[in-house]
Every structure is written in C-alpha cells, then in structure tokens.
C-alpha cells in the first residue's frame, strides 16, 4: 500500500491534520498484510464513481482504493545531525512513497511558533535544507563506494553512476532539492536507488485561518494546496449529510481533507481502474502507464502470468447501460496484453487455469 509521510516543524498542525484524516479510516480487513501503527492511517481515496458503480451493479460490497499516511515527528533545525527525533524522523520518512509538508500560515498567540514567527517561505527552507543535508551524507558514502570501485577498473555503468551522483552530491551541497536536477530515465533509475528523500513528491500543505480561501495555492511551489485544518477537523465530525450542505454554502464540490488525498494520487502518478459484480465493485490502483496483464496481477499474482484478454468497459458507459447493455451497445472493448490501462476503465480479466 501506498504511504505519505506527513511532516513539518512543531506546532504547525500536522498531528492535527493526521488526527482528522484518521477519522476517514476504512475498513482495514480489506487490505491483506495490514498492520495498523498508532501513527499509520490508512485512508480511503474518495472516488464517486466507484459508488455509481456499485449502485448499478447492486454490489454487496464496496471497497474503495487507499493511502496510508504516517505521522511523523516534528523536525527542527539540526535534525539531519540528531536533534530532537531526527534520526527517527529520517528512518522512518525513507519508507514513504511521498511527502505531505504542512506549513503554518495562520497567527495564533496560543499556539508558540519554534521560530518566534509566522513565516511560510523560511519554514520551507529549513525543512528543505534539513532533508538536504540528510540526502548529502547518503549521497557521500555512495560516491566513496562506487569511486572505489572505479579504481579496480572503470565500466560504461559505473562511469554513468558516478557521474549521477556526483551531479547531487553537488546540488545538496548547496541546500538545493535532489528534485531539482535534470535526470533522464537511465538516470533517473540510479538516483532512485539512493532513496532520497528530497527526490520524493512532495505536496506542500498552507494550513491558513479559518477565515481564508481554501483555494490559496502557495506562491513557491505549483504542487501546493491551502486548507484550514482547524476546520477540516470540525467538518469530519458532522454528520454525512451536514457535511454536504455547509460545502455546497461554501462553493465548494470537495471537502479540503479529499481533495488533499486526491491531490496526492495525482502526484504519485497514478490511476484507478474498477470492477464491478453483484459481489463487489472495487477500485484499484496502478501506475499510469501499467498494461493489462500488470493491471490483472494487482488483484492476483498469478493473474498475471495466466492473462489471455481484458474486456474493457468505460466507468460511465457502464453506470449509463449497465454492463449487459454496454456489451450489446459495442462499448464494451476486448484488449490484449500490450493494452495500456486507461484511468476509469471497468474491468473482467479473462485468464487461463
């Protein structure tokens, strides 16, 4: 399963925000290997189509897909040598799949700020720089590896690793994000192998005021969203149906806390396909990009390897005419195993014993 780990100086709203996405946990028995820490979540990725589904197919069952999220300690300056629970925070983060910085911008004489102000940018940077200098001494000790290496004799692929590193050694050295260096996919695939935290995506969460737009995107960063957790916290605790309607007042199709959760998905660069019986209907998640027979192997291993055929149907040919009146429409698709899996398709594998 995917995880986010959620981070940020204390004092930001960060707990908060994990305390409130808790409240949207699913059911943790659908999901084989699970094992719930008290600061894991695993959250329901909220898709209105799955429930379209379901209600056409009259499913018993319906099982959304999910992200975990990790609550991870505070971090302040100095982390990368120890202070406060960074080595902690550093172990732990290394696992995620992507980060969720929260960044305070609201004003509250109750609630102390470590740096004495509220300042967005500079508690960007120091958090920045604290994940920098962590890359710098894992990007070191790989350098002296593979330049050691190099001195038994030189290859074609330790040269290209060599140069790779050597290219983020020198951007981490000056505080600046591994994300920042231009990498081709060859490239690309060595840098990943170091585990970087500072090459994750990153989602830079403003928790402003209650007062304020939820729709503010940070000035520093495109892949930015503003919400005010304080309220997020309050909406979760309405009843469904309330929470609905003071949405509606507030212009808004999504509550802060879904659209964060989306948010994220989009960053992972990820789609969701379906399927959909008397049985069940279900979500799960790929990568953009994944063929069929990868796509057959998320719901069984030996899917995979046994794929003959898929038999595609759009998500919203099927909710319009079912899925026998898709079929007798000519919607619905037979596809092989080069096919590329497209966000929204409903599927039946076909596979062999």
Same mark, same amino acid.
Not at 48 to 66: D, F, N, P
Not at 218 to 237: A, G, M, N, R
Not at 249 to 271: A, M, V, W
């Given at each position: 399963?995917?995880? /986010?780990? %959620?981070?940020?100086?204390?004092?930001?709203?960060?707990?908060?925000?994990?305390?409130?996405?808790?409240? @949207?946990? &699913?059911?943790?028995?659908?999901?084989?290997?699970?094992?719930?820490?008290?600061?894991?979540?695993?959250?329901?990725?909220?898709?209105?189509?799955?429930?379209?589904?379901?209600? /056409?197919? #009259?499913?018993?069952?319906?099982?959304? =897909?999910?992200?975990?999220?990790?609550?991870?300690?505070?971090? &302040? @300056? +100095?982390?990368?040598? +120890?202070?406060?629970?960074?080595? @902690?925070?550093?172990?732990?983060?290394?696992?995620?799949?992507?980060?969720?910085?929260?960044?305070?911008?609201?004003?509250?004489?109750?609630?102390?700020?470590?740096?004495?102000?509220?300042?967005?940018?500079?508690?960007?940077?120091? %958090?920045?720089?604290?994940?920098?200098?962590?890359?710098?001494?894992?990007?070191?000790?790989?350098?002296?590896? &593979?330049?050691?290496?190099?001195?038994?004799?030189?290859?074609?692929?330790?040269?290209?690793?060599?140069?790779?590193?050597?290219?983020?050694?020198?951007?981490?050295?000056?505080?600046?994000?591994?994300?920042?260096? *231009?990498?081709?996919?060859?490239?690309?695939?060595?840098?990943?192998?170091?585990?970087?935290?500072?090459?994750?995506?990153?989602?830079?969460?403003?928790?402003?005021?209650?007062?304020?737009?939820?729709?503010?995107?940070?000035?520093?960063?495109?892949?930015?969203?503003?919400?005010? %957790?304080?309220?997020?916290?309050?909406?979760?605790?309405?009843?469904?149906?309330?929470? *609905?309607?003071?949405? @509606?007042?507030?212009?808004?199709?999504?509550?802060?806390?879904?659209?964060?959760?989306?948010?994220?998905?989009?960053?992972?660069?990820? %789609? =969701?396909?379906?399927?959909?019986?008397?049985?069940?209907?279900? *979500?799960?998640?790929?990568?953009?990009?994944?063929?069929?027979?990868? *796509?057959?192997?998320?719901?069984?291993?030996?899917?995979? #390897?046994?794929?003959?055929?898929?038999?595609?149907?759009?998500?919203?040919?099927?909710?319009?005419?079912?899925?026998?009146?898709?079929?007798?429409?000519? #919607?619905?698709?037979?596809?092989?195993?080069?096919?590329?899996?497209?966000?929204?398709? =409903?599927?039946?594998?076909?596979?062999?014993?």
């Amino acid at each position: 399963m995917l995880q /986010v780990g %959620i981070v940020g100086l204390p004092n930001v709203g960060k707990s908060t925000l994990f305390k409130t996405l808790t409240k @949207k946990q &699913v059911d943790c028995s659908n999901f084989p290997f699970c094992t719930i820490e008290p600061n894991i979540g695993v959250v329901e990725v909220p898709d209105a189509r799955l429930h379209e589904l379901s209600r /056409v197919s #009259k499913s018993q069952k319906t099982i959304s =897909t999910a992200i975990e999220f990790v609550d991870i300690a505070g971090l &302040v @300056k +100095g982390a990368h040598k +120890g202070e406060g629970l960074g080595n @902690k925070f550093l172990t732990n983060i290394r696992e995620v799949d992507m980060i969720v910085h929260v960044v305070r911008a609201f004003e509250d004489t109750n609630v102390h700020h470590v740096e004495g102000s509220v300042n967005p940018q500079r508690d960007v940077e120091t %958090i920045e720089t604290e994940l920098a200098m962590a890359d710098l001494t894992a990007t070191e000790k790989r350098l002296d590896t &593979v330049r050691g290496k190099m001195k038994s004799g030189k290859t074609k692929e330790l040269e290209l690793e060599e140069s790779v590193i050597s290219r983020l050694f020198d951007t981490l050295s000056q505080g600046k994000m591994a994300n920042t260096v *231009a990498l081709n996919e060859d490239e690309l695939k060595i840098a990943r192998s170091l585990n970087l935290l500072t090459l994750k995506p990153i989602l830079y969460v403003l928790n402003v005021s209650e007062n304020s737009s939820p729709y503010h995107f940070l000035p520093f960063h495109p892949s930015s969203l503003s919400l005010s %957790i304080k309220l997020e916290s309050e909406i979760v605790e309405m009843p469904e149906s309330e929470q *609905a309607i003071f949405l @509606k007042e507030l212009g808004l199709e999504q509550s802060g806390l879904d659209r964060l959760i989306t948010k994220c998905y989009e960053l992972l660069n990820l %789609i =969701t396909f379906f399927t959909s019986g008397e049985k069940e209907s279900r *979500a799960w998640t790929i990568t953009r990009g994944t063929k069929a027979p990868q *796509a057959a192997g998320t719901i069984h291993t030996d899917f995979e #390897k046994a794929f003959i055929r898929a038999e595609v149907i759009f998500w919203k040919d099927f909710v319009e005419l079912g899925e026998a009146g898709a079929r007798e429409a000519g #919607k619905l698709r037979v596809e092989g195993k080069e096919y590329v899996m497209q966000d929204g398709d =409903t599927c039946h594998f076909r596979v062999g014993v």
